[in-house]
Antibody, heavy 131, light 111 residues
Framework: EVQLVQSGAEVKKPGGFLKISCKGS????????????IVWVRQMPGKGLEYMGI????????RYSPAFEGQVTISADTSISTAYLQWNSLEASDTAMYYC????????????????????WGQGTLVTVSS | QSVLTQPPSVSGAPGQRVTISCIGS?????????VTWYQQLPGTAPQLLIY???NRPSGVPDRFSGSKSDTSASLAITGLQAEDEADYYC???????????FGTGTKVTVL
């Protein structure tokens, strides 16, 4: 059974550093042919889902949404089957629930291999940024 | 950021049929990309409902179905039940943004 387990809730001050994690199990995180893409999704209080970016852990192919490029860093450590989302300088507006999700790569003749759907979701990590 | 537009809310009585629209454009749904639907129950993480246009993961009842036409898609819920009260999101790929996009979300209320 594929599972994604995220790190616990965080309370941080503006300007601080934060790195949250998403540990995968039930599949081969590092195998190029059978792994899943990991996506990070933001949900601000009372709002909808926002795509932040994705990573394919076996080769660290990383793609950011234009809205989040330069604001966060996505990474992964295949030795411990974990993906990360990092902020170097938090702002109050980063207060939100953050979800990771896993999607299988599918082929589209226009855009090649990409996770066009996200099948498995973590439980979410609540990040609160307040002075 | 979202370029997939959904109605903010829909409602129906138990047993009724409701539909949720997801209006996109030529750079996403109209470009031929499939639409995925997620259900988010109150206080929980989203979960996959419909993928590859109209496939359901195991455990999702066949009361849920998806369809797509031109630049829009729809999710239909037949035989509405109290447990269907949740937020629903569509998702696709957008060539202009070079990545996935989510719809604005729809809250389904069972009267």
């Amino acid at each position: 059974e594929v599972q994604l387990v995220q790190s616990g809730a965080e309370v941080k001050k503006p300007g601080g550093f934060l790195k949250i994690s998403c540990k995968g199990s039930g599949y081969s995180f590092s195998n190029y042919f059978t792994s899943y893409w990991i996506v990070w999704v933001r949900q601000m209080p009372g709002k909808g889902l926002e795509y932040m970016g994705i990573i394919y852990p076996p080769d660290s192919d990383i793609r950011y949404s234009p809205a989040f490029e330069g604001q966060v860093t996505i990474s992964a450590d295949t030795s411990i089957s974990t993906a990360y989302l990092q902020w170097n300088s938090l702002e109050a507006s980063d207060t939100a629930m953050y979800y990771c999700a896993a999607g299988p790569p599918s082929y589209n003749v226009l855009t090649g291999y990409y996770p066009y759907s996200f099948h498995y979701w973590g439980q979410g990590t609540l990040v609160t940024v307040s002075s | 950021q979202s370029v997939l537009t959904q109605p903010p809310s829909v409602s129906g009585a138990p047993g009724q049929r409701v539909t949720i629209s997801c209006i996109g454009s030529s750079s996403n749904i109209g470009a031929g990309y499939d639409v995925t639907w997620y259900q988010q129950l109150p206080g929980t993480a989203p979960q996959l409902l419909i993928y590859d246009a109209n496939n359901r993961p195991s455990g999702v009842p066949d009361r849920f179905s998806g369809s797509k036409s031109d630049t829009s898609a729809s999710l239909a819920i037949t035989g509405l039940q109290a447990e269907d009260e949740a937020d629903y999101y569509c998702q696709s790929y957008d060539t202009r943004l070079g990545g996935s996009i989510f719809g604005t979300g729809t809250k389904v209320t069972v009267l």
